[in-house]
């Protein structure tokens, strides 16, 4: 009768130390952000994002600036996690409700996005991400660069409603406050410079205007670009429901190009952090340098934005992919 005999492996301690520098990379590989991580599990995602994104802005073209604004709100405090899309519900206190989102808007078509997305790879792809492939697309409607943007985010099960003024500069707050804030989380003052490059489109609400012009004028301001804002804000007192505003560019109102720091060294920012982006000495020779060169500024945009979409996103079981976005799983 044959012998049957067994084989044996000796694997020594060596072939372990060889081997664990590629399975911490695989491992790396699979927890951290990279880009295309729908290839396989959803591949025409980024595409429908863009066509939903594209879509809304022929309908409703402010929609490109909330998109902007969102990845602001939501990667800025604690984490890239869409929490700022959850709705005030039992158990969940709504970023949205904070004085920091005040004229924050369009959230309801992030659910027309995710319903398209839902409708081709149900609960593959994350709010989170939508958040973040959302604002690449509404830059580029806006005459932006298109920016590398990664994915794999996963999303919140809680909001930060309490944190949001801690990570959420104020409107009027100082540029001091505003540095030290976005180097907190890893962005150096250049990339502040360029992500205040934003404020060359949209809007700011008279509420936040009026403490420049009344009772009397900021003398930092242009006396004359002073008069044009009080046309816009007549009274110290606006309704915040109103729909009383200024544009931050009246020259190119919707377009993301570097008219922004031409304005705040002619002296016509909007907001007290603009006039004193333009004066502090951190920040002065980056406002120039943007001034003079377009392309410069998108350059730096990039960067900053990519970086501010990476702040500490949840991966693999850290987190969820929402079904709604306004709520969590059940």
Not at 220 to 230: I, N, R, S
Not at 284 to 312: C, G, W
Request: net charge neutral; aromatic share 10%; proline share 5%.
């Amino acid at each position: 009768m044959a012998t049957t005999k067994r084989l044996r492996f000796h694997l020594s301690p060596s072939f372990f130390f060889l081997l664990l520098p590629f399975l911490l990379q695989f491992y790396s590989g699979m927890s951290e952000l990279q880009f295309n991580y729908y290839a396989q599990s959803c591949p025409k995602a980024e595409e429908i994002i863009k066509q939903q994104v594209v879509q809304l802005y022929y309908k409703h073209g402010n929609t490109a600036v909330s998109w902007v604004r969102n990845l602001f709100h939501d990667c800025a405090v604690k984490s890239c996690d869409a929490s700022l899309l959850l709705e005030t519900v039992t158990g969940v206190a709504s970023e949205q409700a904070s004085e920091r989102s005040f004229g924050m808007r369009n959230f309801k078509y992030v659910s027309t996005i995710k319903a398209a997305l839902e409708a081709e790879c149900p609960l593959k792809v994350s709010c989170a991400d939508i958040v973040a492939l959302s604002a690449r697309e509404g830059i580029v409607m806006l005459g932006g660069p298109r920016i590398p943007i990664k994915t794999g985010r996963r999303d919140s099960k809680v909001s930060y409603l309490a944190e949001v003024e801690k990570f959420i500069p104020n409107h009027n707050d100082s540029i001091a406050t505003a540095l030290s804030v976005f180097n907190s989380i890893g962005i150096d003052d250049e990339g502040v410079v360029a992500l205040y490059g934003a404020h060359s489109v949209g809007r700011v609400h008279c509420v936040n205007l009026v403490h420049r012009l009344y009772p009397t004028v900021d003398p930092t301001l242009d006396p004359v670009y002073a008069e044009y804002l009080k046309g816009r804000c007549p009274t110290p007192d606006p309704d915040p429901d109103a729909v009383v505003y200024a544009r931050n560019d009246r020259e190119t109102p919707m377009i993301l190009d570097n008219n922004y720091y031409k304005n705040i060294i002619n002296h016509k920012g909007l907001l007290i952090v603009d006039q004193q982006l333009a004066s502090d000495p951190r920040t002065t020779p980056f406002v120039q340098k943007m001034a003079a060169d377009n392309s410069y500024f998108h350059e730096q945009f990039s960067r900053a934005i990519a970086l501010l979409s990476e702040n500490n996103p949840l991966t693999e079981d850290q987190g969820e992919v929402r079904k709604d976005c306004r709520h969590v799983n059940i």
